[in-house]
C-alpha cells in the first residue's frame, strides 16, 4: 500500500557528490557511512546506487544494518560495523567476514574466543581514545594490548586502527581536533615499525578530510557529504572562501514530496487546527496535508514550516499533528485536492532545502534526515 509522501533520490545528484569526494581525496579510499538507514535516505536503495557508482566499503553503527546491506547489493564488498554487537552477532559478522571496531578488552576476548570456535579470523578494526572519551582503548596499555594482538594474530585480522574526532565540523574544537591527530600520528608512527603488522589507518569524517586533510591517511569514513551537504554552514563557507566560489559543489540527493488531501475555506476570527496558535485575520483558504511528525514532518515545524505548491511558498499555519499538517494558501486559493506539494526540494524557482527546513526547525541536517521514516517509498530519478 502507497504511503502518504514519498522521497525521489537523485542518481546524477549521487554521481556528483561521490565524484567530488573522490577527486578530494585522491589515494585515500572512501567508506561511505551509511548509518541512520543511509541518513533517512534508505539503506536498500542507497547502496544499491552507491554500488553503480563504484563504492564498495560501506560502515554502519550495527550488525543490523550490516545485514541489510549484504541483502542489498553483490558481497564483493567490505562492510565495517563501526558500533554495537552483541555476541551473536559477533558470530555472525566473523562468518559474514564484517569487519568490526573493537574498542574495549571484553569485547575483544570475546572476538578471540569466537573467532577460535569459527576456526576463522575475525576482521576487526582497533579503535583507539584519542580525546573523543566515547569508546576506545586507552592508549597508556598501548604497548600490552599489541602485544597481546600480536599473541593473537592466527584469531584477529588487524584490517584497521582507528579513531573518531570530536567535532572537526566547528573550528570551536581546534585545540582539541589538533591534539587528538597529534596522539594518533604518534601511535601511528610507533606501530608502522612493528614488522609483524600490516594495516590501515582512518580518523577522519566528512569534516575533518575537508578541514584537516592530514587526517585522510588510509581510508576515510565519509557520511554527509555523499548525501549533498556539508557538514555545518561554517565549513561550507570555509571551502568557498578557500576555492574562491560562490558555488555549492555538492548536490542534494532527496527530494521528498506529498499531496494535497484536503482544501477548505475558514472564516475570518477562527482559531486552525488544535489549540489557538493560529487565528484567522481574514478569510483563508487552507490545504491540509497527509504528512505529520509520525511521518518524520518536525513539530517543531509548527507555525513555521514551508512547502511548495505550483513552484509558490506557502507557510505551515497552527501545530504539526501526527498525520497532518496545515497550510495556508489563500494567495492561491484554486489549489485542489491531489496536487504535489513538496517537502524538501525545487518545484519552479524555488528550493525547500534540508538545511533551510531544519534551521525553521532547529535541527542539523544529520537529525532531520534520520527522521525520515523508514517506510516511504523511495525511488531514484535521473
Ligand atoms: C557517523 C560517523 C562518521 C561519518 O560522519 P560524517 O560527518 O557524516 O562524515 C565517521 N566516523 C564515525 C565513527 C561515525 O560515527
Not at 533517512?40 to 546491506?69: D, W
Not at 597508556?140 to 582507528?162: A, D
Not at 574544537?173 to 610507533?190: A, E, G, I
Amino acid at each position: 500500500m502507497r504511503p502518504t509522501s514519498y522521497i525521489e533520490l537523485s542518481e546524477s545528484a549521487l554521481e556528483a557528490n561521490i565524484s567530488f569526494i573522490k577527486n578530494m581525496l585522491g589515494d585515500t579510499r572512501l567508506s561511505s557511512v551509511v548509518k541512520g538507514n543511509a541518513y533517512g535516505h534508505g539503506i536498500p536503495i542507497f547502496c544499491s546506487m552507491l554500488y553503480k557508482t563504484g563504492v564498495r566499503h560501506f560502515s554502519v553503527f550495527s550488525a543490523n544494518e550490516a545485514q541489510e546491506i549484504l541483502a542489498s547489493i553483490p558481497n564483493d564488498i567490505s562492510v565495517m560495523v563501526m558500533g554495537f554487537l552483541d555476541d551473536d552477532q559477533i558470530e555472525w559478522a566473523i562468518q559474514k567476514e564484517v569487519e568490526f571496531f573493537l574498542f574495549e578488552e571484553e569485547r575483544l576476548e570475546k572476538a578471540i574466543e569466537l573467532s577460535k570456535k569459527a576456526g576463522k579470523a575475525a576482521r576487526v578494526h582497533i579503535e583507539l581514545e584519542t580525546g573523543m572519551n566515547r569508546t576506545g582503548f586507552d592508549l597508556k596499555n598501548l604497548k600490552k594490548l599489541f602485544q597481546y594482538l600480536e599473541e593473537n594474530k592466527t584469531h584477529l585480522h588487524i584490517s584497521g586502527v582507528c579513531s573518531h574526532l570530536a567535532g572537526a565540523e566547528s573550528i570551536a574544537n581546534y585545540k582539541r581536533l589538533v591534539q587528538q591527530y597529534d596522539r594518533f600520528k604518534r601511535v601511528k608512527n610507533h606501530l608502522s615499525q612493528l614488522d609483524w603488522l600490516d594495516t590501515t589507518y582512518h580518523l577522519a569524517c566528512s569534516a575533518a578530510s575537508i578541514q584537516y586533510p592530514k587526517t585522510r591517511m588510509d581510508l576515510a569514513r565519509i557520511g554527509i557529504l555523499q548525501y549533498g551537504f556539508f557538514p555545518s554552514n561554517e565549513v561550507l563557507v570555509q571551502y568557498l572562501t578557500k576555492h574562491k566560489t560562490q558555488e555549492n559543489p555538492l548536490k542534494r540527493v532527496i527530494s521528498w514530496k506529498t499531496r494535497v488531501m484536503a482544501v477548505k475555506e475558514v472564516k475570518a476570527g477562527e482559531f486552525i487546527g488544535y489549540g489557538t496558535s493560529f487565528f484567522t485575520n481574514i478569510k483563508t483558504k487552507v490545504a491540509v496535508l497527509p504528512v505529520g511528525y509520525a511521518q518524520g514532518f518536525a513539530r517543531s515545524l509548527s507555525n513555521q514550516g514551508k512547502v511548495l505548491i505550483r513552484g509558490k511558498r506557502f507557510d505551515v499555519v497552527g501545530t504539526v499533528n501526527m498525520n497532518m499538517t496545515i497550510v495556508d494558501i489563500t494567495e492561491c486559493d484554486t489549489i485542489e485536492v491531489g496536487e504535489e506539494v513538496i517537502l524538501i526540494g525545487k518545484q519552479g524557482d524555488l528550493e525547500i532545502s534540508v538545511s533551510s527546513f531544519s534551521n525553521f526547525s532547529d535541527m542539523v541536517n544529520y537529525e532531520l534526515l534520520t527522521r525520515l521514516p523508514e517506510n516511504i517509498t523511495r525511488t531514484v530519478v535521473k
